[in-house]
């Protein structure tokens, strides 16, 4: 797939999750963009076979909003969001930034989006009610792809589901997705420990502008979620770790965890390791169950060819059980539970 291919494609996906502003930039960039200067060459020769896994048009998305947020695009700001400039004046002025910024978008696309969306959370609020009622044990939590450790510290959000509440009351984020299937168990999780690794983590401070740059620009809502969860990260610091996830998840299942849980998850994760890498970190959590009889949870949020939505496993050491837990959607929207009954895969009496 060449870039404008791709970028037709994320266009269209903004556009189905309600985004028709980062539609329409994408729309005109994959349309107009020419070769001759630095983004647009290093846009038009990315590999082919890394284009969809790179995420290509949403490292430049985020990259043109962060140039906005931090006023470094004053040309560009003027029309942000706007439905009222016309396409041609639009792209004169996205033209501009991409050639005139050209040092401060390049680094940007060196890296993953860093989409930290605390609306997935909905699946980890879920998933550790299930897991809690299946062992009856505190979580030790571990996050692979953390970023700036928002889905780190999923106990302090609230999940809402008709008249059910799982988690605080007085939490300051509620979220409500729209949900269909079955009711996670009241099971209130108790977090032991915590920890992720990231490859570039984000500070929820220093970072912050650069976290929101990555939420699409006319989605008010998902910002303003995002802020109040960068500011709780801020407060309770959950530790990040710079490094590889391989590297890392290897080094901390080689210490037991007695008498808990260990829950290993990601989102929207996967696609960025290469197939050695995912071989490995599946080696790694079938080698910890070896050195003991505590249980090992895998919870993944990952997009497959299925669709709608990412698809939601939980694998459970050290059988290497899978479990489908459902479908959900990228950001949070909707979630399609269609977890069993946990005592029936431990079972222990209701």
């Known amino acids: 797939m060449n870039f404008r291919d791709h970028a037709k494609a994320q266009a269209a996906a903004c556009a189905q999750l309600g985004s028709p502003y980062t539609a329409r930039v994408l729309a005109l960039i994959a349309d107009h963009l020419r070769p001759g200067h630095a983004v647009a060459d290093r846009l038009l020769g990315w590999p082919a076979d890394r284009m969809e896994d790179d995420a290509v048009a949403l490292r430049l998305a985020g990259a043109l909003h962060y140039l906005v947020l931090t006023r470094q695009a004053a040309m560009l700001a003027r029309f942000y969001t706007r439905d009222d400039i016309a396409d041609a ?21 060196d ?103 990555y939420i699409w620009a006319d989605q008010v809502a998902r910002l303003q979620r995002q802020a109040i969860a960068l500011d709780l990260a801020a407060e309770a610091r959950p530790p990040v770790q710079q490094g590889c996830a391989v590297a890392w998840l290897s080094d901390r299942l080689s210490r037991p965890q007695p008498q808990a849980c260990h829950m290993v998850y990601h989102s929207l994760f996967w696609q960025y390791l290469t197939d050695a890498q995912q071989r490995e970190i599946i080696d790694a959590m079938a080698r910890a169950r070896l050195q003991t009889n505590e249980p090992l949870a895998h919870v993944a949020m990952e997009a497959d060819d299925s669709g709608p939505g990412a698809l939601v496993t939980l694998t459970l050491w050290p059988q290497g059980t899978e479990i489908a837990l459902g ?15 946990p005592q029936a895969w431990t079972g222990r009496a209701r």
């Open 89 to 109: 004046q639009l792209w004169r002025s996205i033209d501009a930034v991409l050639r005139l910024n050209a040092t401060d978008i390049l680094p940007v696309l």
């Open 111 to 213: 890296h993953a989006p860093q989409t930290n969306e605390v609306a997935r959370s909905a699946v980890f609020i879920a998933a550790g009610h299930w897991l809690s009622a299946a062992f009856g044990l505190p979580l030790v939590l571990s996050e692979l792809g953390t970023c700036a450790g928002l889905n780190l510290i999923w106990d302090r959000y609230a999940l809402q589901i008709g008249e059910h509440r799982y988690g605080p009351d007085d939490a300051a984020i509620t979220l409500a997705p729209e949900w269909h299937g079955t009711l996670p168990p009241l099971a209130t999780p108790v977090i032991r420990a915590r920890a992720g690794v990231d490859r570039n983590p984000l500070d929820p401070v220093a970072d912050r502008d650069r976290l929101q740059s």
């Open 327 to 341: 479908r959900a959607d990228f950001h949070g929207a909707w979630v399609d539970w269609q977890a069993p009954d």
